[in-house]
């Protein structure tokens, strides 16, 4: 044989080899159920394919610790503002101002202060009266306290009616509040204590 005639066989056993495949493959496809194609999906409307944002509830908006805290302190300088004003002339010692304080205080905390028994008598506080002169404090955050607690850093000057500074301390007190919701959620300074420096 030759050898043209050789590939001329070898050319013919393929060409029916892969027929018989082809024929054989489309033989036992033909038993499957067909396949479907599958129904086009209608577009969603712009609407529809923006879900509703998810409605939190009203605690979780709340919970912003910032926001908290810089309530806090603004409630915490408005009290400590109120406990070291002082009109000696009117208060009969300085416990006097921490109970004008109490409407911004838990209504346990507010019962709880008591004024001694005996008036203030320092001679700062004596010369204020004879001068006629009131404290005039000014307060500010102290932030070099834990999450839990706020502190407020008060200092005052004595003065007088006509505007005149009679003394100028180098006294200050560091208020040290703790906090809670009232009732009506509205924040209410539940425990404090203060350090005189």
Do not use: H
Not at 12 to 21: D, F, M, S, T, Y
Not at 61 to 72: F, H, V
Request: aromatic share 6%; proline share 8%; glycine share 6%.
């Amino acid at each position: 044989m030759s050898r043209s005639t050789i590939v001329g066989i070898i050319l013919a056993v393929l060409i029916l080899g892969g027929a018989a495949g082809a024929f054989a493959y489309v033989a036992v496809s033909s038993n499957e159920p067909a396949a479907q194609e599958p129904e086009p999906t209608p577009e969603p409307s712009p609407s529809a394919s923006q879900p509703e944002p998810a409605e939190e509830p009203e605690e979780e908006q709340d919970d912003d610790p910032l926001a908290d805290r810089e309530a806090m302190e603004e409630l915490g300088m408005e009290v400590a503002a109120i406990m070291t004003t002082w009109d000696p002339n009117e208060d009969f010692n300085q416990t006097a101002a921490e109970m004008r304080a109490a409407d911004l205080m838990t209504e346990e905390l507010a019962e709880s202060i008591t004024a001694p028994e005996r008036p203030t008598t320092g001679a700062e506080w004596l010369e204020a009266a004879e001068a006629g002169a009131t404290s005039q404090p000014t307060v500010k955050p102290n932030r070099a306290t834990s999450d839990e607690v706020v502190s407020i850093e008060a200092t005052w000057v004595w003065v007088t009616e006509d505007g005149d500074v009679i003394s100028n301390p180098t006294e200050r007190r560091l208020f040290f509040f703790n906090f809670e919701e009232g009732n009506d959620g509205e924040l209410l300074v539940s425990d404090y204590s203060y350090d005189t420096a």
